[in-house]
């Protein structure tokens, strides 16, 4: 405040927060009359004290956590069966012993005390034993599927596949979507353009000399982050005279962490980035390329469709990295963000392939993933009247989903909404059932990362709110097991039941170890017509009117999608570029910003 005399015409947060120390300060050194004495808590003992517990001291388990399909595994540290400790999993390979953000924030969010505790039928609490009688009478309600909808999130769960696919086998009439905006949809469906359905794409960058990422912020969170932070950096290290440290292109809309750790960066807009991409391939492979897809993107190094023609910058940055690319065959890698169409994936995946990076830097592996509708099509078979009960688990699209679909609207017609999720959230309140869902470290589960590597999740505590229930849980309920116990699920999930003594040694080493088993990438079996087709189908950007703006909408690096805007610490967290915490903010640069009359820090309105 620049005159403490005068009261501020308004009061930033961080002047509030000095206001409030030096108050607090104040208030500590002043003896004042009335002080509120604390209550006496007495603290009860065990009264059958596990012998293998000392108390204080802490207990290490090995776990894992999914965020939409990115696997990381974990190493918690536990206190008097209370979790108060997150590390990374020496023996995960997505982890390596390290974590990320979302993986530190989940030893909070266990405790808070905003999460749903309690089952609502119309908004009013009701007996878990009310909600699995009303789920029973709905299943046989809807035999054989007719009027069923479920909607699922997109965690990489095994087990939860195979109750899905029951599902879909017992109610074959049944509509089955996903929906998660952390989920890596266009590179799922790029892939399956190239003929690789249910097939994931893992990375290995310790041995890549040449790294091109576009549209893709992979240090800065997104994606397998933590796995593709430790193999760049192992090639950052010169350890003798003959060593060269690797070379890293970026090409990206706005600034990020990739960004500012690349060799070569170019600024180019969000909507060019396939057709950059197309340049790439021209100038890397060229006419080697299968004939269909060669027509494709050999004339495309220097003209644009649409009639965007390529300026000296961009023809000066494609042609080095192909260059760079043909020179290090076999030790490559292209990566492609998600914000990108399917095509682009598949054409990542093609040219990854086509430079010999696949097995030894780029590695495809069959997660066995059921393929599923998207969202878009629910909203169509709600109007349709299709819907009579619609499940949703772990997801909330009212919030989330696309603004245009209107869920919140539509979600009205549907008479059995049953939503699971951590709150009381938008979703929850238009539900005829909300379900508390149970955390990360108060369930059991397993999750297949990107290379294959099955993990297990084991909670690190039973659920502070009894009424909790797990997606496996919830699901298995339905398919008519009266008593789910999600240990027993997914360990058949992941153990065969032939020689039960072998097998149980089996299940306790992967308990112990956190790992099933680690991934074994096989070759491919790419469908280059396929991936042509789609090449084709693409008409390129178009050429913008005068004063149009292209805006790009990504995940925040604290609250994601919003699903974590309830942890403090994360919205303290402040964000990599900009550092603005607490926050969101539209970011232009000082060009357009002249352009549009905006002076420095402030805020601007925006129409659609």
């Known amino acids: 405040v620049s005159n403490p005399s005068q009261p501020p015409t308004t009061l930033e947060r961080r002047s509030f927060l000095g206001l409030m120390s030096a108050s607090a300060a104040l208030a500590g050194t002043t003896t004042l009359t009335g002080c509120i004495r604390k209550d006496i808590e007495h603290i009860l003992p065990y009264a059958d ?7 204080g001291q802490p207990r290490f388990y090995r776990t894992a956590m999914a965020v939409g399909d990115t696997v990381v595994g974990l190493h918690v540290g536990s206190v008097d069966g209370r979790p108060i400790k997150v590390e990374g999993s020496p023996a995960h390979p997505m982890s390596q012993g390290a974590t990320d953000r979302f993986n530190q924030a989940a030893v909070l969010s266990i405790y808070d005390p905003d999460r749903s505790q309690k089952i609502r039928h119309k908004g009013e609490e009701t007996t878990v034993q009310k909600f699995h009688d009303a789920l029973a009478a709905l299943a046989v309600a809807h035999a054989g599927g007719g009027g069923l909808g479920l909607l699922v999130d997109g965690r990489p769960s095994p087990t939860l596949w195979r109750l899905v696919r029951e599902f879909a086998q017992k109610y074959p009439k049944a509509q089955i979507y996903r929906h998660d905006l952390a989920f890596r949809r266009a590179q799922s469906e790029g892939l399956a353009a190239a003929g690789l359905k249910s097939h994931a794409v893992h990375y290995d960058l310790s041995k890549a000399d040449v790294v091109v990422v576009l ?9 397998d982050s933590v796995a593709l932070s430790k193999g760049f950096s192992k090639k950052r290290k010169v350890s003798g005279p003959k060593q060269t440290m690797n070379r890293l292109y970026v090409a990206e809309p706005r600034f990020t962490v990739t960004g500012a750790m690349a060799d070569n960066r170019l600024r180019i807009p969000g909507s060019h980035v396939g057709e950059f991409l197309r340049g790439i391939a021209g100038a890397s492979v060229g006419k080697a390329a299968p004939q269909a897809i060669a027509d494709a993107i050999v004339d495309r190094v ?5 009639g965007l023609a390529w300026d000296k910058r961009f023809t000066k940055f494609v042609e080095a990295v192909g260059a760079d690319l043909a020179a290090a065959k076999g030790r490559s890698a292209i990566i492609v963000g998600d914000r990108q169409p399917a095509w682009v994936h598949g054409l990542a995946a093609f040219l990854n392939d086509a430079l010999g990076n696949t097995g030894t830097t780029v590695f495809f592996a069959d997660v066995q993933r059921p ?4 969202i878009e099509l629910l909203a169509g078979a709600i109007d349709q009247g299709q819907i009579g009960t ?3 688990l772990g997801s909330s699209p009212v919030y989330d989903a ?3 679909l209107a869920l919140g609207e539509r979600l009205k017609k549907v008479a059995n909404f049953i939503h699971l999720g951590d709150y009381a959230d938008e979703t929850a309140k238009l539900a005829a059932w909300h379900v508390p ?3 990360t470290f108060e369930s059991w589960g397993d999750f297949v990362s990107s290379d294959g590597t099955v993990a297990v999740q084991q909670p690190l505590i039973a659920p502070l709110y009894p009424a909790a229930h797990s997606a496996i849980e919830l699901l298995a309920l339905f398919l008519g097991d009266s008593n789910p116990n999600a240990y027993i699920i997914v360990k058949a999930t992941n153990v065969p039941s032939e020689k039960p003594e072998d097998n149980e040694n089996v299940w306790h080493r992967a308990v112990h170890d956190g790992i099933v088993s680690l991934g074994k990438p096989a070759a491919p079996a790419f469908d280059w017509p396929g991936l042509a087709a789609a090449l084709a189908s693409d008409q390129g950007p178009k050429v913008p009117s005068n004063g149009a703006l292209e805006v790009n909408f990504t995940l925040s690096p604290s609250v994601l999608d919003g699903r974590f805007v309830n942890s403090s610490w994360l919205q303290e967290l402040p964000e990599p570029m900009s550092k603005i915490t607490w926050d969101n903010a539209a970011y232009v640069s000082p060009a357009t910003a002249k352009a549009l009359g905006i002076e420095g820090s402030g805020t601007a309105e925006s129409a659609t």
Do not use: V
């Open 437 to 439: 869902q149970a955390h």
């Open 49 to 55: 004290r596990p012998e293998d517990l000392i108390p």
């Open 302 to 306: 220097k003209t644009e469709p649409g």
């Open 390 to 392: 619609l499940i949703s």
């Open 402 to 404: 696309p603004s245009d």
């Open 215 to 223: 549209d893709a912020d992979i240090f800065g969170g997104e994606g």
């Open 371 to 374: 393929e599923i509708a998207p």
